[in-house]
């Protein structure tokens, strides 16, 4: 018979995704399980316990924070800053009206340039937001999609401008759709021609710039939009699978494309079961791309990763509470094995971060590499009873989803019928139910309420940021070579009706001077823009 102290506080515990938790765990939870084929050795298929043999005892996670602002000379001046203090790789924010195809005197753009990422219009701006910053020995991430050719393309003429060789280029562009229609909605053109822009980068880059990483499938903004992390894992993979079979249905080859995808997932609160959850998405893709696609080498079946800690599990509420959050978040990536790190600032509730917010940041990253300890060993909660069992959980529901989406027609059959927003809309309705409720406790939020607010000094972007831009985007156009930039935009235009590679043409164009806006433009009169059906 139970003692008083023995009696339980609540009735049910569950992970943050709603995935019942025993009390404890024991040896008869894994009676079924193989050690061998479920977990091996790191650096060995199916990688459940990482891509590498030594993991971070050989080299540690690469540092990478997000960031970008108001104009190109701004954010120069923030990636500099933050290189200097041990950040080592970059990762560019662009604004809004970058992100959607828009020039930032288009009038549809005003009040957002400059706004939550820096505005680039034109190889001039790209020009000034690396100056000084060596890019053949600098890893840069860039978090763009619809427009992922144009930039991608804009950030090659500025290396080959600094007389870098486009072979040796290191880093990644997100270039990943799909996830656009899903949580997002920063698309322009409709799913099918966008996703053969996305094939045609898997394209030149195989030719141009092989070691260029060419899309970053991204599970973060699926769980930022309120999927569990099950549905993070399923969606996720769901959409590499549309992406890996495009690339070969244009006739490219596993081998060749597959070592090149990597994939970017949120990383939440819920300690274990995030640590469960790179740990079953790593094995899931391994068996996937081995079994489905018939990918011989392991290398092809790697799979890489970049996490950014939760935003959305950021409060304005004590927002100091914030640092402990992504202290959390960050450890989990790193015990599950990120190949990459983005640290949220305490202050990203309210604004953009400023410069010392940035840098606590990364100091939350620095202190895990170099003083927690968890560095030294790979793997270092494979074979726990509870963290197997979850990983196993998640593996299987993500499985599950799979499979449905495959009656589907796949991805596009899914996310044309609505069917995965529908899931990810009623997983956050429920979530936030519990949060309203008070059976999820949210500290500072629904619980723990401080009477006193904090004031914390934040970032504005002054309205003169958006002028400035478009004056320097007036006197470019006034300046440049107005028949060559026409010429250029005609061909763009006419190789998106020959259904021609589109990268030849747009790094063409953008040596010409032509602009993000005209660019798209040209791509919008051939291909229409997609209008979203409304989930019920």
């Known amino acids: 018979m139970a003692s008083p102290e023995d009696k339980e506080s609540k009735g049910k515990f569950a992970t943050l995704s709603g995935l019942e938790l025993k009390t404890f765990y024991a040896p008869e939870d894994l009676a079924a399980w193989d050690a061998e084929g479920q977990l091996g050795f790191p650096g060995e298929f199916p990688f459940t316990r990482g891509i590498y043999p030594t993991q971070y005892r050989s080299r540690l996670w690469t540092m990478r924070q997000y960031a970008g602002y108001g104009s190109a000379e701004e954010s120069n001046a923030r990636y500099r800053y933050l290189l200097a203090h041990g950040q080592t790789g970059l990762s560019v924010a662009f604004d809004l009206p970058t992100q959607i195809g828009l020039d930032s005197d288009n009038a549809l753009a005003a009040g957002e340039v400059g706004r939550v990422g820096v505005a680039i219009d034109s190889l001039e701006d790209m020009e000034t937001l690396f100056r000084d910053i060596p890019l053949e020995r600098v890893s840069t991430s860039m978090t763009i999609n619809a427009t992922a050719a144009i930039l991608l393309a804009l950030y090659f003429a500025v290396a080959e401008k600094q007389g870098a060789d486009l072979a040796k280029l290191s880093g990644t562009v997100q270039n990943d759709i799909l996830k656009e229609y899903i949580a997002r909605g920063t698309y322009i053109y409709p799913p099918g021609p966008a996703l053969g822009i996305v094939t045609d980068i898997f394209a030149f880059c195989r030719e141009r710039a092989p070691e260029w990483n060419t899309i970053s499938i991204s599970g973060y903004h699926i769980r930022e939009a309120g999927s569990t992390a099950v549905q993070e894992v399923a969606f996720t993979l769901a959409n590499g ?13 596993v081998e060749d494309v597959a070592p090149r995808l990597s994939f970017f997932f949120n990383a939440h609160n819920d300690l274990l079961e995030e640590v469960a959850k790179f740990r079953a998405a790593r094995r899931l893709w391994a068996r996937i791309v081995r079994e489905r696609f018939r990918a011989e080498s392991e290398r092809a079946c790697m799979f890489r990763f970049h996490t950014q800690t939760a935003g959305s599990a950021l409060a304005a509420q004590q927002p100091d509470v914030n640092i402990v959050r992504v ?22 509730a309210l604004a953009l971060p400023t410069e010392a917010s940035a840098l606590l940041a990364l100091r939350t990253q620095q202190i895990i590499a170099h003083e927690s300890g968890v560095t030294n060993t790979v793997d270092p909660f494979a074979g726990s009873y509870a963290v197997e069992h979850l990983t196993d959980e998640i593996e299987r529901g993500a499985k599950g989803y799979l499979e449905k989406i495959e009656t589907m027609g796949g991805m596009l059959g899914a996310i044309e019928s609505g069917y995965v927003q529908r899931e990810i809309q009623q997983a956050a309705y429920s ?11 949210v500290v500072g939020v629904n619980r723990y309420k401080a009477e006193d607010s904090v ?27 107005g028949g060559r930039a026409t010429a250029a935009l005609a061909g763009v235009e006419a190789a998106a009706r020959a259904g021609q590679n589109l990268m030849p043409p747009i790094y063409e164009a953008v040596k010409s001077y032509a602009t993000v806006g005209e660019i798209s433009d040209a791509l919008r009169r051939v291909f229409g823009e997609y209008q979203e059906s409304v989930v019920i």
């Open 241 to 253: 699978i549309t992406y890996l079979q495009a690339a070969v249905e244009r006739g490219l080859s």
């Open 327 to 348: 202290t959390l978040q960050a450890l989990a990536a790193v015990l599950g094995g990120t190949q990459s790190l983005h640290t949220n600032a305490r202050d990203e």
């Open 431 to 441: 979530y936030q139910r519990q949060v309203e409720t008070g059976e999820r406790v």
């Open 455 to 481: 004031h914390l000094p934040l970032l504005h972007i002054p309205p003169e940021i958006e002028r400035g831009q478009v004056e320097r985007l007036k006197k470019l156009r006034a300046r440049r070579d």
